[in-house]
């Protein structure tokens, strides 16, 4: 008897011990002391499909009026807009460019927003006669989608137009246990169209200098399963329910097997 459960307790060791140890913390390559990471710019680029909001403020309320378009349910409210505008948007085409009141069609692919908003002030400065207005520009649209081994996949918005991995991480619940940190995939397609796939290993600081660092709009965030869960998903009911009972008797014997080792 003694024999039987001793066996059957080291049976218990050796199956835990072949389990895989998933590594699940971020950063275990850092050392303890302050780790100073070079500050990175980032300025979110005009793409194809991108919707703009564009707004033309001034002390000429007449000048600006002809470079703000409202949605036609506000155009009765117009002369009390100026202060909290509703304005119509622009779609961004296949070629990069939008139709602006007045200025006609002009290329904005690439751009960032603020390069835009010197640029229409440049094609502007002849039409007023007193100060320059205030040009502002935001993409309505800049949202990324997360999907795989996170708490709560799906699709999330921002309103700053600058976003890190591990901030779109955040908004997802972060990773599962079963996600692998170190390979985890953005796809992206950019200004030109090009679909890109980018590779990270978040427990690597080179991850602070990739290109996929910040996320750009409509990226979409991959986050792989690692073997455990892979391993897992072969198994049908049955399967599951005979581990189940098997960890159940390993638990029992190892009960048994303490409470033999107490009594004698």
Same mark, same amino acid.
Do not use: W
């Given at each position: 008897?003694?024999?039987?459960?001793?066996?059957?307790?080291?049976?218990?060791?050796?199956?835990?011990?072949?389990?895989?140890?998933?590594?699940?913390?971020?950063?275990? &390559?850092?050392?303890?002391?302050? *780790?100073?990471?070079?500050?990175?710019?980032?300025?979110?680029?005009?793409?194809?499909?991108?919707?703009?909001?564009?707004?033309?403020?001034?002390?000429?309320?007449?000048?600006?009026?002809?470079? *703000?378009?409202?949605?036609?349910?506000?155009?009765?409210?117009?002369?009390?807009?100026?202060?909290?505008?509703?304005?119509?948007?622009?779609?961004?085409?296949?070629? =990069?460019?939008?139709?602006?009141?007045?200025?006609?069609?002009?290329?904005?692919? =690439?751009?960032?927003?603020?390069?835009? +908003?010197?640029?229409? +002030?440049?094609?502007?400065?002849? &039409?007023?006669?007193?100060?320059?207005?205030?040009?502002?520009?935001?993409?309505?649209?800049?949202?990324?989608?997360?999907?795989?081994?996170?708490?709560?996949? =799906?699709?999330?918005?921002?309103?700053?137009?600058?976003?890190?991995?591990?901030?779109?991480?955040?908004?997802?619940?972060?990773?599962?246990?079963?996600?692998?940190?170190? *390979?985890?995939?953005?796809?992206? +397609?950019?200004? *030109? =169209? +090009?679909?890109?796939?980018?590779?990270?290993?978040?427990?690597?600081?080179?991850?602070?200098?990739?290109?996929?660092?910040?996320?750009?709009?409509?990226?979409?965030?991959?986050?792989?399963?690692?073997?455990?869960?892979?391993?897992?998903?072969?198994?049908?009911?049955?399967?599951?329910?005979?581990?189940?009972?098997?960890?159940?008797?390993?638990?029992?014997?190892?009960?048994?097997?303490?409470?033999?080792?107490?009594?004698?």
């Amino acid at each position: 008897m003694k024999k039987n459960i001793f066996l059957f307790v080291l049976l218990a060791g050796l199956i835990v011990s072949c389990s895989p140890v998933q590594n699940i913390a971020y950063f275990p &390559h850092f050392d303890k002391e302050i *780790n100073r990471i070079n500050e990175t710019t980032y300025d979110a680029r005009i793409k194809p499909k991108d919707i703009l909001s564009i707004s033309v403020v001034s002390s000429e309320p007449e000048a600006s009026r002809r470079y *703000n378009l409202f949605t036609p349910q506000t155009l009765e409210l117009i002369n009390s807009l100026y202060s909290q505008p509703s304005l119509q948007s622009y779609l961004v085409d296949k070629e =990069g460019s939008i139709s602006f009141p007045i200025l006609g069609t002009l290329q904005v692919k =690439g751009l960032s927003t603020k390069e835009l +908003e010197l640029f229409i +002030e440049e094609k502007l400065k002849p &039409h007023f006669t007193q100060e320059m207005p205030i040009i502002t520009i935001r993409i309505l649209n800049y949202s990324i989608n997360v999907l795989g081994e996170v708490f709560r996949p =799906g699709k999330f918005e921002t309103t700053n137009e600058r976003m890190t991995i591990f901030e779109g991480l955040a908004l997802a619940g972060d990773m599962t246990i079963y996600g692998r940190r170190d *390979n985890v995939k953005v796809l992206r +397609e950019d200004v *030109n =169209g +090009e679909r890109i796939i980018y590779t990270l290993n978040l427990n690597d600081r080179s991850i602070f200098n990739s290109p996929a660092y910040f996320l750009e709009q409509n990226d979409v965030l991959y986050v792989e399963p690692n073997q455990s869960r892979a391993n897992s998903s072969k198994y049908g009911a049955a399967e599951t329910y005979r581990i189940s009972t098997l960890s159940v008797l390993i638990s029992l014997a190892t009960m048994a097997a303490t409470i033999y080792s107490i009594t004698r």
